[in-house]
Each structure stands twice: as C-alpha cells, then as structure tokens.
C-alpha cells in the first residue's frame, strides 16, 4: 500500500534503502542454530521443538501504514491481522495452532474498540481451527498489532519458495486485485463498489486451498501479500527459473473492471501489483489436475538470458513473454 | 516504569481500566481449542503442535513507554526486548528455541541503528542457544520491538504459577531492584552509579537457574516484570495461597542502598516493587536444598482469613506478616 506519508529521508535510513534490503542487511547478521530447518527468507521459518517441525511467522499492522481507522473497524483490523500472518502458515503448507498478539494503542483508545480488536482476531483464527493463546498490551501513539502464528506440518514436508521446477504450470488461488482496488475506492473517499471495499477491509483468504495444494503436490507456494509479479519473483528467484504470466488467464472481475474504466486505470495493474488479498500461488507439474480453488495462470520456464549473457540482470517474471512495464508491487516501508 | 505522560483519560479507554483488568476482559472473549494445553495467563502458553508441547510467549517495548532512546542504546533494546519473552519461556521451564521479531521504526531512523538492535536481540538470544528466525519491518511513528519466542519442554511438565504449595519456600534468583533503581537515576538525570543504570539499560537475567528451577523440583516459577510482590500476588492468587516475604532475606546491595539514602528514597520500594530486572522467583518444598542460584525469601502458607471471614479481601502477599503499604509493583499501561 502507499504511504501518504513519504518525504525525503537520510538515504541510509529505514526508508532510504528498501524493505527488503535491510531485511536482508539483518538477516545475514543472524547466524541460525542446529535447530532451525528453514532459515528466515521464505513465508516462514521451520524450527524443531523437541524435534517436531513447528513453523513459525510474525507480521505488523500499523496504523496509518497498513489500515486506517476511519477506513477500517476495529473487527476488520484484526481479521487482516490475523489473516496476514495464518495465510504466511499455510503459504508453507502449515495448519495454523495458535496465535500470540502484541497491541499497542492509544490511551485514550476505548476498551470495546480493543475488545473487537480481539474479536476479529478470534473470528479470523477460528476459520482455521487456531486458538489465541497469549498476547500483550502497551500504550503507545499509535495502534499496532503485531500478530504471530504458529503451526504444524503433520509430517509433511513444508512447502518452500524454492521448489518450482521448469515445466511447472503456476496456479493461484484466492482474489488478485481486489483488495488494492478497493484501496484506490477508499483513497479518492468513496464506499462502494462495497464489495471491492470489503475486500480491502477484511481479505477472504482462501485458506482450504492453501493447504490442499501441501497435499496435492505443490512443488511451491507463497501468499500474495506485496503484489502476484513481487510474490512471483520471489519464487522464481529462490528456485533460479523464470516465471511468464498468462495475462488471458486472469480474470478481471466485474467490480474491478468497472472501478478502474471509471478511474481510467489499467485494472492489470491492480491484479498484477495488489497485494492484501492473500492469495496464493503455487506451481505443479505441468500434467496434474490442480486442486480445487486453483486456476492456471502461467508456466515455469528457464531463467532467461539476456543479451551480454548475465542472468543476474534478467527478468525473473514476464507477462505474456515480456517485461511487465507497469506497477509491480509496493513496499510498506516506501 | 511509570509513565512521564500519564494524564486524565476517560474510564472506560485502555489507561482508564489497568492493563490486567483489559487483559482479563479479552481473555474471556477467546476460546482455547483442544490443542491448547496451557491457556492465557500463565507467563507463556503451551500448545499442541504435532502433539509436542510448545510454548510461546510475546512481549513488546515501546519506545517512551519501556524504553527511551537517549538512555539506552539499539544494542541494549535488542537485549532487554529478547530478555523479557526468553524470561518467560524459562519462567515457565522450557528451553528457548526460536525468536520472531516485529519492528516498527520511525522513517529517518538509520539503517545501522537498526542493525545494532538485531545484534543485541541476537547477542541476548545466544546466551540460550536461540535463534532469531524471522521478523517483520515497518514504518511508524513510534519505535516498537515486539518479540514472540518458542520454546521446549524436553518431557518435563511446564512449571505454573498455579503450583505453590503451602509450606513451600520462595526463593530468587536474579536481581530485585536493581533496573528500578538505574531507572531512578536516570529520571533524576544521573549516569552513576553506573552499575545501576547498565541494570536498567541490558538485564542480566539468571536464565541457567531458572531453567536448573524446573528441573530441580520447583513447584511454581514465575519471572519479576512487573515487581516482586506484583508477581508474587500472581503466584499466589493462581495456587490460592498466601506468600509472606521475610525482608531480613532480601539483601539490598551497595549501590541501591547509597542511592536510596542520597535520595531519601525506601530502598525496599525498588526492591519489592521494580521490574525489569527479569528475576525468577519459585517455590520448593521446604526441605529441598536450593538449585544454584537461588535464596530463600520467604514462605507459602494458609490464605489468611480476614476478620469477617472473606478470604477474597485477604491479602495475598505480605512481608514480615504484615500487609506492605509502600510500592507494589506497577503497569506499564498506567
């Protein structure tokens, strides 16, 4: 999402360099114990606890950042919340346990807007069958809800960024664009179309979907939270191919369809660079019938030379064979 | 820590209800799934994960209200914000394993101020053998570290507030007083004495006998965060018993006693009320020799009626017999 907020800063501060290289900048100064399976890079990471594969993610909501409270209610907020760490789970093709939250509000901030809070956080959790077990509290300036998940494999192996093969048909499940469209709905102060609105308020994460693509075969899997070419590209960076979208294959829904002709947007570039809708996407081989909620939109293929022959410097996602020249993605912290 | 900006607000907001009152409030509202084994309340939760006992715990510092950044440095956070969810963890018996950590920091913040704080969240994670594993970022008004941490068991039972029983000696390990007396000289606007404000900045907790605690018969454990006759009043309330501190056993060491007297203030004011310094206080049986580390400070006995018979009314903590009229602790929401 943008921030309205933007203004020149230091280059070397948080908002100088971009998210993800400062997030790589501390990765690299954390050196990982025995116990750790998978390392921080992907949806979430894999620790052994006394053996057992417990997977584990943390994500902040901050306010005027990530939602906003004359946008957004209080139940809203922690639907998203909740949602955007459980989709992270099951992006690795984890059950969702439990969730621990950490809130920081206002003082002056009303007891029922905090227990609504809690309410969305519950509801969200309870359509995974997840329990919050724990939380804490503090007064601070301004609302933020830091929401962790913790989940189970069941023995299975997880599902990593990393796996797609060449050959593999990419498939998503779950809405692209909708969220952002109703972002753009509630930037220029408009309600409606409400459900766009909806979308943007209180993501309908396709969390069945998700999981049944870790038993179906995914060869890999991400949830769309910064955009489907952004989340693309990290799956075609981690598994070293290339990933071209088919753009005929994605539907461009009525709402959205009409939203961006009154707006004079391309509604592609919501569907390609939106992100909050927790989608999902994940690549199989190319002859397995894909899970229910899955719908083919492209192929893995080689990574892509370019001209001098430096792979480094060439595209890690097309659409329809070319470099997508439009929005791709957004950064919270940019 | 007291809060500089504690003003009026209305009753029914956040600061009006005390944090535990709001905490209590949200709990209700959360039902706890089968693969809950120790519901909110404790110092950490434990779930079934894979039928393996996990235990989790989160906890956030916010800067102003925990922490102030002309007081302490990125390094010393990283430290004090690990500390207090790797305290919990071991307060409860369990072996840390893995930290996740959200952060929110201001737009100019340096990037190498970031950075050092990972360093000090990782420095405080390897002095128990755990690892950070992943994290989130994101701008904001108002420096937030909000740290969960996962944690095993190893086959023991998690050691409750709930187990004290009557008869039982308590016992310390770890400093009292010693952050709230460095947080006395730093509000006076002092550096020195330097042992007391280095307390304050980076808690140097006793994690080996905690967790030496849960393996040498402690009925009951619990971490000092929120003072010790705060937190003695919740071991007590949980094992329905009465606690009486013999304050002959508290040593008040040099630089708090000298502090205390330039300042005419009650050196057992910070003893038996400051936090932040991440002690573990336990019960054993009586006649059970002390894991290393740990002093006896007083005993579990009988609730103590009142005199119209309503235990309720009871005190639950007392030091020398005598309920305490000084300073008993405090919240951070206040």
Do not use: N
């Not at 906003?68 to 992270?88: F, K, Q």
């Not at 308020?201 to 179906?216: D, F, H, I, Q």
């Not at 952004?230 to 009409?258: G, K, M, Q, R």
């Amino acid at each position: 999402m943008s921030d309205p907020s933007k203004a020149s800063v230091p280059a070397d501060s948080v908002a100088g360099r971009s998210e993800f290289a400062l997030i790589e900048a501390i990765t690299r100064r954390l050196p990982q114990g025995p116990e750790v399976v998978i390392a921080p890079g992907d949806d979430a990471a894999v620790v052994l606890v006394d053996r057992t594969p417990t997977v584990v993610t943390t994500d902040v909501l901050v306010a005027g950042v990530h939602f906003r409270t004359d946008w957004s209610g209080p139940d809203d907020i922690g639907h998203r919340a909740a949602a955007a760490s459980l989709a992270d789970l099951v992006a690795m093709g984890a059950d969702p346990v439990a969730l621990v939250v950490a809130v920081v509000a206002p003082r002056d901030t009303d007891s029922a807007w905090v227990l609504r809070l809690a309410d969305g956080l519950r509801d969200e959790a309870a359509v995974v069958g997840a329990s919050i077990v724990g939380g804490d509290l503090s007064s601070g300036d301004q609302l933020t809800v830091a929401v962790t998940a913790v989940g189970e494999l069941g023995g299975r192996p997880p599902v990593l960024r990393s796996g797609a093969r060449v050959g593999d048909q990419v498939a998503v499940a779950g809405r692209l664009g909708w969220a952002e469209a109703g972002l753009a709905v509630l930037t220029k102060g408009f309600r409606s179309p409400r459900a766009l609105v909806d979308a943007y308020r209180r993501p309908e994460v396709p969390y069945e979907a998700g999981l049944s693509a870790s038993t179906s075969g995914a060869h890999a899997m991400c949830d769309v939270s910064d955009g489907l070419l952004a989340d693309l590209a990290h799956v075609a960076s981690s598994s070293a191919v290339t990933i071209d979208v088919e753009s005929a294959a994605l539907e461009i829904a009525e709402p959205i369809a009409s939203v961006a002709a009154a707006y004079g947007s391309d509604p592609l570039a919501w569907i390609l660079g939106g992100g909050h809708d927790h989608a999902f996407i994940a690549t199989f081989d190319a002859d397995l019938p894909l899970p229910s909620g899955f719908d083919r939109i492209g192929v893995v293929a080689e990574p892509l030379p370019t001209p001098d022959g430096d792979r480094d410097a060439s595209p890690e996602v097309t659409v329809d064979g070319q470099p997508w020249a439009g929005s791709s993605g957004h950064s919270h912290f940019g």
